[in-house]
T-cell receptor, first 115, second 115 residues
Framework: AQKVTQAQTEISVVEKEDVTLDCVYETRDTTYYLFWYKQPPSGELVFLIRRNSFDEQNEISGRYSWNFQKSTSSFNFTITASQVVDSAVYFCALSEVSSNYQLIWGAGTKLIIKP | DTGVSQNPRHKITKRGQNVTFRCDPISEHNRLYWYRQTLGQGPEFLTYFQNEAQLEKSRLLSDRFSAERPKGSFSTLEIQRTEQGDSAMYLC?????????????FGPGTRLTVL
């Protein structure tokens, strides 16, 4: 069974629209970490955020916000007022104590922002 | 620039040739990871080091692949007798284990094309 599911393969929106990328995870650990990375066309994986399992407080960073809900095992990512430069593939990842903190990756969501 | 660096950025080789990639982690990061990523997929874990010790290898890492981190700083990944199926992006990441900030930072990757 997939441990990290990003059900949206590709999303296309027009610039300035808000967009939410979904991430659902599965783990039996009580201590774990969740991550979002951005991969622009250049290929480099850029770290966006890390959240530990004991901190359900939502976070906002500029136009980016993250909604962590343990009750639904979700860690969704919202971009407000999207821009063309946000176009990239976004990966959600999980690391668990039981897996020695190896990153378990979702399949990624390709986000296309049209001008 | 104090981020993770990788060289070369691109490598084109003929089937059967050997190739070697280098990764320089963030200074003082004791853990170093190698991943492989093919088009449209998330990164696949290959191996990781804690200092100079190679602690885990994926079953994806065939006998033709070898990685070293001789002095606990930079690492090399060698592929012998390359095959067309080896064509992929090879990503390196580093992190400082033992701290609460369990985040891997990635380099720009080496894109390998085997003709």
């Amino acid at each position: 069974a997939q441990k990290v599911t990003q059900a949206q393969t590709e999303i296309s929106v027009v610039e300035k629209e808000d967009v939410t990328l979904d991430c659902v995870y599965e783990t039996r650990d009580t201590t774990y970490y969740l991550f979002w990375y951005k991969q622009p066309p250049s290929g480099e994986l850029v770290f966006l955020i890390r959240r530990n399992s004991f901190d359900e407080q939502n976070e906002i960073s500029g136009r980016y916000s993250w909604n962590f809900q343990k009750s639904t095992s979700s860690f969704n990512f919202t971009i407000t007022a999207s821009q063309v430069v946000d176009s990239a593939v976004y990966f959600c990842a999980l690391s668990e104590v039981s897996s020695n903190y190896q990153l378990i990756w979702g399949a990624g969501t390709k986000l296309i922002i049209k001008p | 620039d104090t981020g993770v660096s990788q060289n070369p950025r691109h490598k084109i080789t003929k089937r059967g040739q050997n190739v070697t990639f280098r990764c320089d982690p963030i200074s003082e990061h004791n853990r170093l990871y190698w991943y492989r990523q093919t088009l449209g997929q998330g990164p696949e874990f290959l191996t990781y080091f804690q200092n100079e010790a190679q602690l885990e290898k994926s079953r994806l890492l065939s006998d033709r692949f070898s990685a070293e981190r001789p002095k606990g700083s930079f690492s090399t990944l060698e592929i012998q007798r390359t095959e067309q199926g080896d064509s992929a992006m090879y990503l390196c990441a580093s992190r400082l284990a033992g701290r609460s900030t369990d985040t891997q930072y990635f380099g720009p990757g080496t894109r390998l094309t085997v003709l």
